[in-house]
Protein backbone atom coordinates (compact mmCIF):
# COMPACT_ATOMS: atom_id res chain seq x y z
CA UNK A 1 0.00 0.00 0.00
CA UNK A 2 1.21 3.80 -1.08
CA UNK A 3 -0.32 6.77 -0.53
CA UNK A 4 -0.02 8.33 -4.01
CA UNK A 5 -1.59 11.73 -3.17
CA UNK A 6 -2.41 14.09 -0.13
CA UNK A 7 -4.48 17.22 -0.31
CA UNK A 8 -5.15 20.13 2.05
CA UNK A 9 -9.54 21.12 1.55
CA UNK A 10 -10.15 24.55 3.73
CA UNK A 11 -13.41 26.61 4.29
CA UNK A 12 -15.37 28.71 6.87
CA UNK A 13 -17.71 27.52 9.02
CA UNK A 14 -20.62 29.97 9.54
CA UNK A 15 -23.22 29.90 12.72
CA UNK A 16 -26.43 30.55 11.29
CA UNK A 17 -27.69 30.02 14.53
CA UNK A 18 -26.33 29.56 18.15
CA UNK A 19 -24.18 26.71 18.27
CA UNK A 20 -23.13 24.28 21.24
CA UNK A 21 -20.70 21.57 21.32
CA UNK A 22 -20.21 20.74 25.13
CA UNK A 23 -17.15 21.16 27.17
CA UNK A 24 -16.31 20.60 30.75
CA UNK A 25 -17.23 23.00 33.41
CA UNK A 26 -13.87 23.71 35.56
CA UNK A 27 -15.59 25.41 38.45
CA UNK A 28 -19.05 26.21 39.36
CA UNK A 29 -20.42 29.84 39.08
CA UNK A 30 -23.69 31.14 41.12
CA UNK A 31 -26.19 31.24 38.10
CA UNK A 32 -23.96 30.20 35.22
CA UNK A 33 -24.74 27.65 32.68
CA UNK A 34 -25.06 23.96 33.35
CA UNK A 35 -23.96 23.27 29.71
CA UNK A 36 -20.93 24.91 29.09
CA UNK A 37 -19.91 25.55 25.11
CA UNK A 38 -16.03 23.80 24.30
CA UNK A 39 -13.31 26.71 24.82
CA UNK A 40 -9.71 26.73 24.31
CA UNK A 41 -8.02 26.54 27.99
CA UNK A 42 -5.16 28.95 26.58
CA UNK A 43 -7.37 31.59 24.82
CA UNK A 44 -11.34 30.99 26.68
CA UNK A 45 -12.34 30.92 22.71
CA UNK A 46 -14.76 28.53 21.56
CA UNK A 47 -13.40 26.19 18.80
CA UNK A 48 -15.10 23.71 16.95
CA UNK A 49 -13.61 20.72 17.69
CA UNK A 50 -12.39 18.23 14.32
CA UNK A 51 -14.07 15.36 16.16
CA UNK A 52 -17.28 16.60 16.73
CA UNK A 53 -17.06 17.81 12.83
CA UNK A 54 -15.62 14.12 11.42
CA UNK A 55 -17.78 12.11 13.58
CA UNK A 56 -21.37 14.34 12.32
CA UNK A 57 -19.45 13.71 8.78
CA UNK A 58 -19.68 10.27 9.07
CA UNK A 59 -22.99 9.67 10.97
CA UNK A 60 -24.73 11.67 8.20
CA UNK A 61 -23.42 9.73 5.31
CA UNK A 62 -23.90 6.47 7.54
CA UNK A 63 -27.81 7.53 7.43
CA UNK A 64 -27.77 8.52 4.03
CA UNK A 65 -25.65 4.91 2.89
CA UNK A 66 -28.42 3.01 5.24
CA UNK A 67 -25.28 1.93 7.18
CA UNK A 68 -26.99 3.91 10.23
CA UNK A 69 -28.12 1.50 13.28
CA UNK A 70 -28.02 -1.68 10.99
CA UNK A 71 -29.25 -4.94 12.71
CA UNK A 72 -26.44 -6.78 14.66
CA UNK A 73 -23.92 -7.04 17.49
CA UNK A 74 -22.70 -3.36 16.77
CA UNK A 75 -25.77 -1.69 15.57
CA UNK A 76 -25.32 1.48 17.66
CA UNK A 77 -21.27 1.55 16.64
CA UNK A 78 -20.38 3.46 13.44
CA UNK A 79 -20.49 1.33 10.40
CA UNK A 80 -17.54 -1.39 10.39
CA UNK A 81 -18.29 -3.50 7.02
CA UNK A 82 -15.54 -3.36 5.66
CA UNK A 83 -17.08 -3.49 1.93
CA UNK A 84 -15.04 -2.28 -1.07
CA UNK A 85 -17.60 -0.27 -2.26
CA UNK A 86 -18.31 1.36 0.91
CA UNK A 87 -17.62 5.15 1.10
CA UNK A 88 -17.88 5.10 5.12
CA UNK A 89 -15.32 2.67 5.27
CA UNK A 90 -12.92 3.85 2.79
CA UNK A 91 -12.64 7.42 3.47
CA UNK A 92 -12.96 6.94 7.34
CA UNK A 93 -11.89 3.41 8.17
CA UNK A 94 -13.99 -0.04 9.09
CA UNK A 95 -14.86 0.85 12.33
CA UNK A 96 -13.11 -1.68 14.96
CA UNK A 97 -12.81 -4.75 12.04
CA UNK A 98 -9.49 -5.91 12.32
CA UNK A 99 -9.49 -8.45 9.37
CA UNK A 100 -10.27 -4.90 7.02
CA UNK A 101 -8.14 -4.53 3.87
CA UNK A 102 -9.10 -1.03 2.69
CA UNK A 103 -6.20 0.48 4.89
CA UNK A 104 -6.07 3.64 7.28
CA UNK A 105 -8.47 6.65 7.67
CA UNK A 106 -8.20 8.85 4.86
CA UNK A 107 -9.34 11.79 6.67
CA UNK A 108 -8.28 14.41 8.80
CA UNK A 109 -10.04 16.97 10.29
CA UNK A 110 -8.25 20.11 12.51
CA UNK A 111 -9.70 21.79 15.20
CA UNK A 112 -11.73 25.09 13.53
CA UNK A 113 -10.27 28.46 15.01
CA UNK A 114 -12.09 31.48 15.29
CA UNK A 115 -11.66 33.87 13.07
CA UNK A 116 -14.85 36.42 13.91
CA UNK A 117 -17.39 36.73 16.78
CA UNK A 118 -17.01 34.56 19.49
CA UNK A 119 -19.49 35.87 22.35
CA UNK A 120 -20.95 33.15 24.02
CA UNK A 121 -24.94 33.42 25.16
CA UNK A 122 -27.18 31.59 27.31
CA UNK A 123 -30.02 29.96 26.13
CA UNK A 124 -32.73 28.37 28.83
CA UNK A 125 -34.94 25.46 27.81
CA UNK A 126 -37.17 23.76 29.70
CA UNK A 127 -39.71 20.63 29.87
CA UNK A 128 -43.64 21.50 29.84
CA UNK A 129 -45.80 19.80 31.75
CA UNK A 130 -48.51 18.65 29.57
CA UNK A 131 -51.37 18.49 32.52
CA UNK A 132 -50.78 21.86 34.31
CA UNK A 133 -49.37 23.37 30.87
CA UNK A 134 -46.29 24.71 32.13
CA UNK A 135 -42.70 24.76 32.30
CA UNK A 136 -40.55 22.59 34.42
CA UNK A 137 -36.73 22.14 34.47
CA UNK A 138 -35.62 25.08 33.34
CA UNK A 139 -31.73 24.58 32.32
CA UNK A 140 -28.95 26.98 30.95
CA UNK A 141 -27.08 26.16 28.01
CA UNK A 142 -24.22 28.19 26.65
CA UNK A 143 -23.93 28.92 22.76
CA UNK A 144 -21.44 30.84 20.26
CA UNK A 145 -23.69 33.32 18.91
CA UNK A 146 -25.07 33.67 14.93
CA UNK A 147 -22.34 34.88 12.87
CA UNK A 148 -19.70 33.76 14.47
CA UNK A 149 -16.95 32.20 12.16
CA UNK A 150 -14.37 29.52 12.40
CA UNK A 151 -11.35 28.27 9.57
CA UNK A 152 -11.85 24.72 8.98
CA UNK A 153 -9.05 22.47 7.08
CA UNK A 154 -9.55 18.42 6.16
CA UNK A 155 -6.52 16.49 4.87
CA UNK A 156 -7.74 14.03 2.69
CA UNK A 157 -5.16 11.49 1.71
CA UNK A 158 -5.01 8.91 -1.62
CA UNK A 159 -3.51 5.64 -1.46
CA UNK A 160 -3.11 3.35 -4.95
CA UNK A 161 -5.99 0.97 -3.42
CA UNK A 162 -8.40 3.90 -4.11
CA UNK A 163 -7.78 3.64 -7.92
CA UNK A 164 -10.78 1.36 -8.80
CA UNK A 165 -12.93 2.98 -5.97
CA UNK A 166 -16.18 5.63 -7.92
CA UNK A 167 -18.43 7.39 -6.03
CA UNK A 168 -21.91 9.22 -7.45
CA UNK A 169 -22.81 12.17 -5.46
CA UNK A 170 -26.14 11.72 -3.32
CA UNK A 171 -27.77 14.60 -5.88
CA UNK A 172 -26.86 12.62 -9.10
CA UNK A 173 -24.02 13.51 -11.25
CA UNK A 174 -21.73 11.52 -13.19
CA UNK A 175 -19.51 8.80 -10.88
CA UNK A 176 -16.21 10.06 -9.50
CA UNK A 177 -13.60 7.43 -9.14
CA UNK A 178 -10.13 6.95 -7.60
CA UNK A 179 -9.01 10.47 -5.33
CA UNK A 180 -12.35 12.48 -7.00
CA UNK A 181 -14.68 9.89 -5.50
CA UNK A 182 -12.68 10.51 -2.11
CA UNK A 183 -13.16 14.28 -2.58
CA UNK A 184 -16.71 14.02 -3.41
CA UNK A 185 -17.66 11.33 -0.33
CA UNK A 186 -16.42 14.20 1.84
CA UNK A 187 -18.31 16.65 -0.08
CA UNK A 188 -21.63 15.06 0.25
CA UNK A 189 -21.43 14.93 4.26
CA UNK A 190 -20.84 18.34 4.35
CA UNK A 191 -23.93 19.38 2.40
CA UNK A 192 -25.82 16.96 5.23
CA UNK A 193 -23.98 18.46 8.30
CA UNK A 194 -25.08 21.62 6.69
CA UNK A 195 -28.85 20.76 6.02
CA UNK A 196 -28.96 19.13 9.15
CA UNK A 197 -26.77 20.78 11.57
CA UNK A 198 -23.78 20.68 14.12
CA UNK A 199 -23.33 20.18 17.57
CA UNK A 200 -26.60 20.18 20.62
CA UNK A 201 -29.76 20.87 20.37
CA UNK A 202 -30.11 20.45 16.65
CA UNK A 203 -34.01 19.65 16.95
CA UNK A 204 -34.30 22.80 19.33
CA UNK A 205 -32.92 25.77 16.99
CA UNK A 206 -29.38 25.16 17.96
CA UNK A 207 -26.58 24.22 15.63
CA UNK A 208 -27.52 25.67 12.24
CA UNK A 209 -24.39 26.17 10.23
CA UNK A 210 -22.63 26.58 6.44
CA UNK A 211 -19.56 26.29 4.52
CA UNK A 212 -18.46 28.99 2.72
CA UNK A 213 -14.87 29.68 0.60
CA UNK A 214 -13.56 26.21 -0.27
CA UNK A 215 -10.25 25.71 -1.23
CA UNK A 216 -8.20 22.90 -2.38
CA UNK A 217 -4.81 23.18 -2.61
CA UNK A 218 -5.39 26.95 -2.68
CA UNK A 219 -7.26 26.84 -5.50
CA UNK A 220 -11.64 26.64 -5.41
CA UNK A 221 -12.44 23.55 -4.85
CA UNK A 222 -14.80 22.07 -7.83
CA UNK A 223 -16.36 19.18 -5.94
CA UNK A 224 -18.28 21.80 -3.53
Known amino acids: MRRTDIHSITFTARCESGLHIGGSQDELK ?14 DKPY ?10 R ?24 ETDCPVCRVFGAHMNTSSELGPSRIIVRDGKL ?20 AEHPRSN ?27 PYRGGEA ?20 TGLGGGTSRGSGAVSFHDFELDGEPWTHW
Open 115 to 134: VEGGRIENKTENIINRQQGG
Open 176 to 195: QRGGAALQAVVADGLRMVGM
Open 30 to 43: IGGSDNPVIKNPAS
Open 59 to 82: AELERQLGKFGREGRNQHQPCGCA
Open 142 to 168: ERVVEGSEFSMQIVLQVYDLDEGFEYA
Open 48 to 57: IPGSSLKGKI
